[in-house]
């Protein structure tokens, strides 16, 4: 099945956002069963909330705090590097980064998918490299701080999971269908090398096979492993909101648990609620453009075009309904600092 069409269905089934994490707490929001659900889920969120450290942990491209119930905002999701095995979370690199957002009047979510070798400007440590060196730098606020400044629109919430949780979450939900494009073998959660060996074709993955998935990048490019994690990403939505998997929740919950770092508070996320609520839900991914290859210091980098960084900046920052960079002159002048 193309992308596009796993996307269109996804749609149909009302709601997406990274790794089945937001799903598990939205979609247990109900009548009987879910009662038990919204408790647990609301200790889950609690447990797991980490401020960014920010001032009035507000965007500083921001002109006052946002509310998600009247306010259109933005989502970064940081798949990380880690596992409680090497014991890196918090220095760890970030594997997988997605940021959405969402626009409340036109009951429409864009996605973002950043290439994690992209060569980017990290505020954090005052020089370019990889933009998934940031949160090894400085944790979600790095990450945050640097994906503002290359791209000049606010983040304004994360949602951080790590290895296991994506592993967990697969697993809970008896596992995804997927279009494997190649045979390949890869690496586990636990650096068992060439452990998870595949066939090309579709079939059911297990977690350690999906992130297996999400992970290979051996046979194609940066750019392309990030469209298949979006594609995964459908493929795990598409199973999270089955009628099937509904007596699953209590496991997708405990799979999160401590796999899991988000600002977002139990309120706020209940308030994506309307966009899984709304059948004519709109999600669209979209991509930025670039190439790659080797730097002078010998490492390979993905050098994105700086005409489609301007377009998604003005995209992403319309989809928000904020004015145009060129229309702020604060904004205007740091662009130019580091570009």
């Known amino acids: 099945m193309s992308s596009q069409k796993r996307f269109a269905k996804l749609s149909k ?12 707490f939205l979609i247990g929001i109900g009548a009987g069963y879910a009662f038990y659900l919204v408790d647990k ?6 447990d797991s909330h980490e401020e960014i450290g920010r001032d009035n942990e507000t965007s500083p491209l921001r002109e006052g705090h946002v509310d998600p119930v009247e306010d259109n905002v933005s989502v970064l999701f940081i798949g990380v590097d880690s596992s409680e095995h090497r014991e890196n979370e918090e220095t760890g690199r970030s594997d997988a980064l ?35 060196h940031a949160h090894a730098f400085g944790g979600p606020e790095a990450t945050i701080e640097t994906v503002e400044n290359f791209l000049q629109v606010p983040v304004d919430y994360f949602v951080r999971i790590n290895f296991e949780g ?39 993955l297990n977690g350690e096979e999906a992130l297996a998935m999400a992970r290979t990048r051996k046979q194609d490019s940066d750019v ?14 598409s199973k999270a909101t089955s009628p099937s998997s509904v007596f699953k929740l209590d496991e997708l919950i405990q799979a999160v648990g401590s796999n899991m770092a988000t600002n977002l508070n139990f309120s706020e996320i209940r308030s994506f609620l309307s966009y899984g609520l709304d059948e004519d839900v709109n999600i669209e991914t979209v991509n930025l453009d670039g190439e ?9 980098y993905y050098q994105v075009d ?34």
């Open 13 to 24: 089934k009302k709601l997406f956002l990274y790794s089945g994490v937001i799903f598990i």
């Open 98 to 132: 997605l940021l959405a957002t969402f626009n409340k009047d036109d009951s429409a979510v864009k996605l973002l998918s950043i290439p994690r070798d992209s060569y980017v400007y990290i505020p954090e440590v005052n020089y370019q490299t990889k933009i998934n």
């Open 306 to 339: 700086e005409d489609s960084r301007i377009q998604m900046q003005t995209e992403l920052r319309n989809h928000l309904d904020l004015p145009g960079v060129d229309d702020d002159s604060d904004f205007a002048s740091d662009e130019e600092e580091f570009y």
């Open 41 to 46: 889920s609301a200790g889950t969120v609690a």
């Open 224 to 237: 392309a492993r990030g469209k298949r994690q979006q594609e995964m990403i459908a493929a795990i939505a």
């Open 166 to 204: 994506f592993v967990e979450v697969v697993d809970a939900l008896d596992g995804v269908n997927f279009d494997v494009p190649y045979e390949f073998t890869e690496s586990d959660s636990n650096d068992d090398k060439d452990s998870i060996h595949l066939y090309s074709g579709e079939q059911k």
């Open 292 to 300: 790659g290859g080797y730097m002078n210091d010998g490492g390979w």
